[in-house]
T-cell receptor
Framework: DGGITQSPKYLFRKEGQNVTLSCEQN?????MYWYRQDPGQGLRLIYY???????QKGDIAEGYSVSREKKESFPLTVTSAQKNPTAFYLC?????????????FGPGTRLTVT | QQQVKQSPQSLIVQKGGIPIINCAYE??????FPWYQQFPGKGPALLIA?????SEKKEGRFTISFNKSAKQFSLHIMDSQPGDSATYFC??????????????FGQGTTLQVKP
């Protein structure tokens, strides 16, 4: 059963703590993406990676970090430097990175920081 | 130049009506235009997509109309049903040598189809 998994579905953290969101895909896609979704603001790109061990900042990378050590995995860390971290986080993948246009999304993780 | 402008922000239609969602762009380097459907609490799902060399594409009750000269494209939902109530996003992707695979998304349209 191919697809993109994100865990956990809901995550609660105290302000000042770093938190890592998981994203795994078994679609053999080269490219992976992280988006943030806030009500009424659509999807905003945080980071993306076209290949293992390489990634680029998106439009709102401040306060976030990523790694891409394996093709299947692209974890996102929300650091304490992110001023407003409460949001719905979506991971996506597409592949090959310069061939297949279609981008597929995971089910999302809702992060609440208090 | 990298923006995709989507309208309306929200839309209410009766069952059987034909909601139309519009998107406009400026950058002619875009070469792929997908539409996504998102239900509350779920990830967006690819609905239908079009390339700029095609003026219309139909998949089931969903149709994309594309006007390359006006740099506009729209989604039409024929015979809309209450189950179509969702948020719809248009998007655009850069083509050619600047192709990184990433999409530029519109702001989204929340559609409600009343029974």
């Amino acid at each position: 059963d191919g697809g993109i998994t994100q865990s956990p579905k809901y995550l609660f953290r105290k302000e000042g703590q770093n938190v890592t969101l998981s994203c795994e895909q078994n679609l053999n896609h080269d490219a992976m993406y992280w988006y943030r979704q806030d009500p009424g603001q659509g999807l905003r790109l945080i980071y993306y990676s076209q290949i293992v061990n390489d990634f680029q900042k998106g439009d709102i990378a401040e306060g976030y970090s990523v790694s891409r050590e394996k093709k299947e995995s692209f974890p996102l860390t929300v650091t304490s430097a992110q001023k407003n971290p409460t949001a719905f986080y979506l991971c996506a993948s597409s592949g090959p990175s310069r061939g297949n246009y279609e981008q597929y999304f995971g089910p999302g993780t809702r992060l609440t920081v208090t | 130049q990298q923006q995709v402008k989507q309208s309306p922000q929200s839309l209410i239609v009766q069952k059987g009506g034909i909601p139309i969602i519009n998107c406009a762009y400026e950058n002619t380097a875009f070469d792929y235009f997908p539409w996504y459907q998102q239900f509350p609490g779920k990830g967006p799902a690819l609905l239908i997509a079009i390339r700029p060399d095609v003026s219309e594409k139909k998949e089931g009750r969903f149709t994309i109309s594309f006007n390359k000269s006006a740099k506009q494209f729209s989604l039409h939902i024929m015979d809309s049903q209450p189950g179509d109530s969702a948020t719809y996003f248009c998007a655009a992707r850069f083509g050619g040598s600047s192709n990184t695979g990433k999409l530029i998304f519109g702001q989204g349209t929340t559609l409600q189809v009343k029974p």
